[in-house]
């Protein structure tokens, strides 16, 4: 095949990789092992676009490269197929969600396998597969038969727990537990019957039933996890979202917070993604104080890492959530209480937190008493305090504190000075730690350092809170209101939960009329018909969160048909963990958090070796989309009028016309500020492209009404509207195509004012969506370009890590480089002839060797160090020099091929076995090494300034003298000329770069 024809040959290579599954992977502990994982896709009905596969083909460079390197790799692919969208489709037209599922998958492995990724296939896993959700539900299991051990650090089955109770009660018991948990001798829990026991434990299980306060989005029917609300609304679908008080299964992942911190030293992950999980954990060191209610036996609690700052307590706050509130609340203050609680169960947390300016709250009608002075502190409601975060009550100190400033300034409340160093506190609050304290009671005079531990013992001694360590982070809710999820693996008994027996595993999905909540308001698993354990008791309704399978999954690869284990223990001491992740920067503090919580669970039990499960993660960028746009006229009168010096815009009725202006004229109109010029310019163009008879249509007429001055009656106005950039070409757009495609917007006698009889669209860079009509399908490009050409060009787009506009008019550039470098092997063919094949025996020249180890040494260092951009153009400079020198030598071309394998896998399968190796043997050949000896220059040129100036030229033996040099550049005839017969005063050789000559 002397011409390159990308189609014949990428079809012919995807099947041969498939019948004889060349990138099938064995557990060779003969090889060095690498594991490289893709974040694996949920499986959308809209398919991949260009911007999706960016990561998959980084890793699949890497990928090949490592085969190539000698190493055993493991790079599988699956689908995290549990998901809201299949959901939402099965409710609106009663399909099945597994059905929806299946049908997507299938067209991503299409797209997947069109690109020509070297994935196992016979690893694919699928989150919604039973046989995989199987073991989703046994670690669920095991978490509930685990408690965590402060005093191992490490959390351990639930039995050594119930040991130590027998022979010793809680004495000596130091674990994560809810905060209730009772304190009884052994003998006096050896006295309580086994309901009672099993009742104590399910506030030290690591998985457990608790009153949550989570986001309620009552469209979606379920909860939604803090990463999944944005702005008060459902990331997907924008639906509103609101606090509420809900009964859930919860993880206590805040057992693991400190040993997720510490973790983050010990990973190759960027600084900004580790920054990112340290703000979500939140630690912070400080006090637990109690503040007595007046008039009450209650307590409210608060933490602060400002203990000094307690006689500066001039209110109290809670979260509108907090329990206590509904016995705080004052008759005359109900009404106002009442209804700002509604108003706050409408925001989102996130949004509470952001929102530093707006000052909002409401007075309980009740107070508490500052423990250290017996002041009486009023106590009040604000958003900005969250019932989930520490205890949910905040004592406020506006002259330390800025948010606590502005409530006391708002609601006019006493700033009370805490140290002589404090400034302007009139103005704004001041945080410093300097000076001496004042209006401090028995720390008055002391420094920060002096007062904190009075302080802390006061406290202590006198059994109102005591030093404690806090965190952002809060035990995360593990239930969804929802069907289409893994079945959480307990049934209830007398109202208390019981897990199934491991053999009775899988617990599957039932049956239902419909994937809605019941009209009482239940999860859509109780339309299940007979669906009860044994036919007597109830299963738990609602099914795990989107983040279950994903939080273990790249186990499952390591041993995907096993029915006995999550993975065969063999399988995970040799693969042990991921050497590099791959994904989205969008799950930083949600499915990264997850699995490191999980992976440090199954070390603790003994199931997996290592702490961390991945070694190094890459966020690929994201690539952005390029709009195109159409600018359609609109006539509008828009009037403006003047009453009582209070200006009013009173919009006329918009009427497009079905006039389009190309983007040169449209700029030009609406780039001018001069109404009547402009309007003029624009009859003027319509006038000599359509005629007279077609601007007679339009109406340009003034508004003849009361117009203020400077503003015109009538302007010109232009929708600019999203084009389909798959009928646009170099900013082009094929007008009959759009016609087509837009008959909502374009009828059949639309006009288009064009430029040199071209429409010309407008550009933007935007985020890449159906709903700007931006998205490219990268089976357009592989079919008129091919998988070679889009894998280059995606990589030649600019560093992984950077989001990048998509450009289609650039991709002819590596298009064109792919078929120069097939070049290099055939001649071009004409009409009468094929192409010869060119390669030869020949021995290189040490020119060639010096541009191919050039090369070899740029790829395997920018592939190491990820740049793969800089590695496309490399190839590109090495194969324009190779077809300057005529080289068509098959040692260099033959270690080209290889080299260039893990980007162009395709080209390159072809012409390796086009040089007589045996075809499919590439993925598995060898790197070539690179030779330092073949880039050492023999000669060096010479630049020869005189006076400054570059006079000449000249070629010297690299290892020549600086003396030999001297004398043979001021014998050079060039030089003489510019010497004019003058002894030059003195000529500097500088080795290998310059001579300078001054005379």
């Known amino acids: 095949m002397s011409e390159y024809n990308h189609k014949k040959i990428e079809e012919s290579w995807r099947a041969f990789w498939e019948k004889n599954q060349t990138y099938r992977t064995t557990n060779d502990a003969a090889k060095p092992k690498y594991y490289i994982l893709d974040m694996f896709p949920y499986p959308s009905g809209a398919g991949l676009h260009v911007g999706h596969p960016l990561g998959y083909i980084a890793s699949d460079i890497v990928t090949r490269y490592k085969r190539l390197k000698g190493f055993n790799v493991l790079h599988p692919m699956g689908f995290d197929s549990f998901g809201l969208p299949a959901e939402q489709y099965a409710i609106q037209t009663g399909q099945h969600p597994a059905i929806t599922t299946e049908q997507n998958i299938a067209r991503y492995i299409e797209q997947l396998k069109n690109i020509g990724f070297s994935y196992d296939w016979s690893r694919e896993v699928r989150t919604s597969d039973p046989t995989f959700y199987r073991w989703t539900q046994w670690i669920f299991m095991e978490l509930f038969r685990s408690w965590y051990n402060k005093e191992t650090d490490r959390a351990e089955p639930i039995e050594t727990l119930i040991a130590r109770f027998e022979t010793a009660g809680t004495s000596g018991i130091q674990a994560v537990a809810d905060e209730d948990v009772p304190h009884f001798t052994a003998d006096e829990w050896n006295a309580k019957s086994e309901r009672e026991k099993y009742e104590i434990t399910l506030k030290y299980r690591l998985t457990y039933v608790a009153d949550a306060v989570v986001n309620w989005c009552a469209a979606l029917g379920t909860v939604l996890a803090n990463d999944e609300v944005k702005d008060g609304v459902s990331e997907r679908g924008?639906?509103?979202?609101?606090?509420?008080?809900?009964?859930?299964?919860?993880?206590?992942?805040?057992?693991?917070?400190?040993?997720?911190?510490?973790?983050?030293?010990?990973?190759?992950?960027?600084?900004?993604?580790?920054?990112?999980?340290?703000?979500?954990?939140?630690?912070?060191?400080?006090?637990?104080?109690?503040?007595?209610?007046?008039?009450?036996?209650?307590?409210?609690?608060?933490?602060?890492?400002?203990?000094?700052?307690?006689?500066?307590?001039?209110?109290?706050?809670?979260?509108?959530?907090?329990?206590?509130?509904?016995?705080?609340?004052?008759?005359?203050?109900?009404?106002?209480?009442?209804?700002?609680?509604?108003a706050a169960k409408m925001r989102s947390e996130r949004d509470r937190m952001a929102d530093a300016k707006t000052v909002s709250g409401v007075f309980t009608g009740s107070y508490c008493i500052n423990p250290f002075n017996g002041e009486r502190v009023p106590i009040y409601l604000a958003d900005y305090v969250l019932a989930g975060y520490g205890t949910g009550a905040v004592m406020a100190v506006p002259s330390g504190d800025q948010r606590d400033w502005a409530f006391a300034k708002h609601f006019d409340l006493p700033i009370i000075p805490i140290l002589d160093a404090q400034k302007e506190i009139d103005k704004q609050a001041d945080n410093t730690k300097e000076g001496r304290y004042i209006n401090s009671g028995m720390v008055n005079g002391l420094t920060y350092a002096e007062a904190l531990p009075v302080l802390v013992q006061f406290l202590e001694e006198h059994g109102i809170g005591k030093a404690k360590i806090n965190y952002r982070m809060r035990d995360a809710v593990f239930s969804r209101q929802r069907y289409w999820g893994e079945p959480v693996p307990v049934y209830f008994k007398d109202g208390l939960p019981y897990l199934l027996d491991e053999a009775e595993l899988p617990l599957e999905l039932p049956a239902v009329d419909k994937y809605l909540p019941t009209e009482t308001g239940e999860p859509p698993l109780a339309r299940a018909e007979d669906w009860k354990y044994k036919g007597e008791f109830e299963y738990e309704l609602s099914t795990m969160p989107g983040w279950a399978g994903s939080s273990w999954y790249w186990y499952r690869y390591m041993d995907p048909q096993n029915e006995s284990e999550f993975a065969d223990k063999a399988a995970i001491d040799y693969w042990r963990d991921v050497d590099l992740y791959v994904g989205g920067s969008e799950h930083a503090t949600g499915h990264l958090l997850y699995s490191r919580f999980w992976n440090k669970f199954l070390k603790d039990r003994g199931y997996v070796p290592e702490e961390e499960p991945f070694k190094k993660l890459v966020n690929q960028g994201m690539i952005l989309g390029r709009s195109n746009f159409a600018y359609r006229f609109s006539q509008t009168k828009d009037v403006h009028l003047a009453v009582d010096e209070d200006e009013f815009v009173v919009k006329g009725k918009e009427k497009p016309a079905d006039l389009f202006v190309s983007h040169g004229i449209f700029k030009k109109l609406d780039g001018n500020s001069n109404v009547a010029e402009a309007t003029d310019l624009f009859k003027k163009i319509i006038v000599e492209q359509l005629g007279e008879e077609y601007l007679s249509q339009l109406d340009f007429e003034p508004f003849s009404g009361k117009t203020i001055q400077g503003f015109p009656g009538t302007t010109l106005k232009f929708a600019d509207i999203h084009v389909d950039v798959n009928i646009v070409e170099n900013d082009i757009l094929d007008v009959e195509a759009f016609k087509n495609t837009r008959p909502d917007l374009v009828n059949e006698g639309a006009k288009f004012l064009l430029e040199d009889g071209k429409y010309i669209c407008g550009v933007e860079i935007e985020k890449m969506s159906k709903s700007k009509f931006n998205v490219v399908n990268p089976d357009t490009i592989v079919e008129r370009y091919g998988a070679d050409t889009l894998r280059l060009y995606e990589m030649f787009l600019g560093p992984l890590t950077d989001a990048k506009p998509w450009n289609t008019n650039g991709i002819d550039g590596v298009y064109r480089f792919l078929k120069k470098f097939w070049r290099l092997f055939y001649e071009e063919p004409t009409e009468k002839t094929p192409g010869r094949w060119l390669v030869t025996d020949e021995k290189p020249t040490p020119a060639e060797l010096k541009v191919l180890h050039k090369t070899i040494r740029k790829v395997a260092e920018d592939i190491e160090n990820l740049s793969f951009n800089t590695s496309v153009s490399a190839f590109m400079v090495c194969v324009n020099e190779l077809s300057t020198l005529k080289c068509n030598k098959k040692a260099v071309l033959q270690d080209l091929v290889v080299i260039l394998a893990p980007f162009a896998p395709h080209i390159t399968?072809?012409?390796?076995?086009?040089?007589?190796?045996?075809?499919?043997?590439?993925?598995?050949?060898?790197?070539?090494?690179?030779?330092?000896?073949?880039?050492?220059?023999?000669?060096?040129?010479?630049?020869?300034?005189?006076?400054?100036?570059?006079?000449?030229?000249?070629?010297?033996?690299?290892?020549?003298?600086?003396?030999?040099?001297?004398?043979?550049i001021l014998a050079n005839e060039v030089v003489q000329k510019w010497l004019e017969g003058k002894t030059p005063k003195k000529v500097v050789v500088v080795p290998k770069r310059i001579v300078n000559v001054v005379v």
């Not at 973790?263 to 920054?275: A, M, N, Q, R």
């Not at 598995?924 to 570059?950: C, H, M, R, S, W």
Request: net charge negative; hydrophobic share 40%.
């Open 909 to 968: 399968e072809e012409l390796w076995a086009a040089l007589g190796n045996e075809a499919g043997t590439l993925s598995y050949a060898e790197f070539p090494t690179f030779n330092p000896a073949y880039l050492v220059e023999d000669t060096i040129e010479y630049p020869v300034q005189i006076n400054g100036k570059v006079r000449t030229t000249l070629a010297f033996s690299a290892d020549a003298a600086p003396k030999d040099i001297e004398n043979e």
């Open 238 to 342: 924008g639906y509103p979202v609101e606090q509420k008080l809900m009964r859930q299964w919860m993880m206590r992942i805040t057992a693991y917070a400190d040993r997720l911190l510490t973790g983050l030293d010990t990973v190759d992950w960027s600084d900004s993604l580790k920054e990112q999980q340290r703000n979500w954990i939140g630690k912070s060191t400080g006090a637990e104080v109690s503040f007595q209610i007046e008039h009450r036996v209650e307590r409210i609690k608060v933490f602060t890492t400002r203990l000094d700052t307690i006689f500066g307590v001039s209110f109290m706050v809670l979260a509108p959530e907090h329990d206590l509130v509904p016995g705080l609340t004052t008759l005359e203050q109900k009404p106002a209480v009442d209804a700002y609680v509604t």
